[in-house]
């Protein structure tokens, strides 16, 4: 069983930073990829960054980015979510994922990911 566990949110005011962690436990696996989605009250999940884990290359959504960097640490198994620059409308439930499945390109959509964490609330006040 792999487990995705996110730490980090909280709540910021606007110009503020965050950094969110995803820790991954459990048995080994190999991932192809991680990242982040978010979800706010009664809208869909959307993407907000992936990063490959070998290699390290890294994919934006165009709302975040500038303002937010993904990175991994292979030895602690661990993704971050650096935020800067908060705006209340980065306000949602903020998801960690992991694909295993190699797939050519970095995969954007949740389908395409097959573990989840828990989700942490980022609040962001104006």
């Known amino acids: 069983q792999v487990q995705l566990v996110e730490s980090g949110g909280g709540l910021v005011q606007a110009g503020g930073s965050l950094r969110l962690s995803c820790a991954a436990s459990?048995?080994?696996?190999?991932?192809?990829?991680m990242g982040w989605f978010r979800q706010a009250p009664g809208k869909e999940r959307y993407f907000v960054a992936a990063?490959?884990?070998?290699?390290?290359?890294?994919y934006y959504a165009g709302s975040v980015k500038g303002r937010f960097t993904i990175s991994r640490d292979n030895a602690k198994n661990t993704v971050y979510l650096q935020m800067n620059s908060l705006k209340p409308e980065d306000t949602a439930v903020y998801y960690c994922?992991?694909?295993?499945?190699?797939?050519?390109?970095?995969?954007?959509?949740?389908?395409?990911?097959?573990?989840w964490g828990q989700g942490t609330q980022v609040t962001v006040s104006s």
């Open positions: 994922v992991a694909r295993s499945a190699w797939s050519g390109t970095l995969p954007l959509s949740p389908g395409e990911y097959n573990y």
């Open positions: 459990g048995r080994t696996f190999s991932r192809y990829a």
């Open positions: 990063i490959r884990w070998s290699g390290g290359s890294t």
